[in-house]
T-cell receptor
Framework: DVKVTQSSRYLVKRTGEKVFLECVQD?????MFWYRQDPGLGLRLIYF???????EKGDIPEGYSVSREKKERFSLILESASTNQTSMYLC???????????????FGAGSRLTVL | AQTVTQSQPEMSVQEAETVTLSCTYD???????LFWYKQPPSRQMILVIR??????QNATENRFSVNFQKAAKSFSLKISDSQLGDAAMYFC????????????FGAGTRLTVKP
C-alpha cells in the first residue's frame, strides 16, 4: 500500500561522491517535493517540481539539483556530497487542485544519508 | 515569509490521559490551511488532522482535535485517551491558500507515551 517510495532507507557516502536519491509515486500526482529534516529545524524544502521537467528552488537548494523526466519519478542529486549534507531526506507528492485546494502531502519513508 | 513555531521540543503523557501540543504561526495572509503531521519511529510522515482558516469550527478526527485561534495565530493539537501508538514526532504545518507549493513546518514535538 506504499504510495511514495524512496529507493534507499540508509546510505553512507564519502565526501565528494555523487549521490542520487530516487523517489517514485503511484498516485499520478503533479507535484513532487524534496525536504531535508534535521533535529530542531523541522522540514526544509530543497526543491519541488510541479510538472515533468519543471523544477523550482525551495529554501535550501545550494549543493543540490533535481531531475524529473517522468511524472512519477523525482530524483535528488548531490553533485559532490559534503559532511554538512548528512541528514534525513524526505520525498513527498501532492495533487494540483488549484491554489485553493487543501492539498495534502503524501510522504515517503525517508532516506537517511551519512556523508563521511 | 510565514513561520511556524512549536515551543515544546518534547512532551510526555500517561497512557489514557490527554495531552495538548502547541503551535503558533506568523502570517499576514487571511486564507490558509493548517496541518498536524505525525512521524512515528518508522519515519513515514502521515497526516493527523487539517484545518481550513476560513472555517471557524475546530477540526476533529476521532481522538484528535484542534483548538484553532485565528486571531492569536494558534493551532494546538489535543490527543485524548492517549495510546502507546501515539508516540511519535508531531509537526505543525502551514500552507498558503494562494500558493499550494509552499508548506512551512515547525521544528516538531516528540511525544512519549508512558504505559
Amino acid at each position: 500500500d506504499v504510495k511514495v517510495t524512496q529507493s534507499s532507507r540508509y546510505l553512507v557516502k564519502r565526501t565528494g561522491e555523487k549521490v542520487f536519491l530516487e523517489c517514485v509515486q503511484d498516485m499520478d500526482h503533479e507535484n513532487m517535493f524534496w525536504y531535508r529534516q534535521d533535529p530542531g529545524l523541522g522540514l526544509r524544502l530543497i526543491y519541488f517540481s510541479y510538472d515533468v521537467k519543471m523544477k523550482e528552488k525551495g529554501d535550501i537548494p545550494e549543493g543540490y539539483s533535481v531531475s524529473r523526466e517522468k511524472k512519477e519519478r523525482f530524483s535528488l542529486i548531490l553533485e559532490s556530497a559534503s559532511t554538512n549534507q548528512t541528514s534525513m531526506y524526505l520525498c513527498a507528492s501532492s495533487s494540483r487542485q488549484g491554489a485553493r485546494g487543501a492539498n495534502v502531502l503524501t510522504f515517503g519513508a525517508g532516506s537517511r544519508l551519512t556523508v563521511l | 515569509a510565514q513561520t511556524v513555531t512549536q515551543s515544546q521540543p518534547e512532551m510526555s503523557v500517561q497512557e489514557a490521559e490527554t495531552v495538548t501540543l502547541s503551535c503558533t504561526y506568523d502570517t499576514s495572509e487571511s486564507d490558509y490551511y493548517l496541518f498536524w503531521y505525525k512521524q512515528p519511529p518508522s519515519r513515514q510522515m502521515i497526516l493527523v488532522i487539517r484545518q481550513e482558516a476560513y472555517k471557524q469550527q475546530n477540526a476533529t478526527e476521532n481522538r484528535f482535535s484542534v483548538n484553532f485561534q485565528k486571531a492569536a495565530k494558534s493551532f494546538s493539537l489535543k490527543i485524548s485517551d492517549s495510546q502507546l501508538g501515539d508516540a511519535a514526532m508531531y509537526f505543525c504545518a502551514y500552507r498558503s491558500a494562494y500558493n499550494n507549493n509552499d508548506m512551512r513546518f515547525g521544528a516538531g514535538t516528540r511525544l512519549t507515551v508512558k504505559p
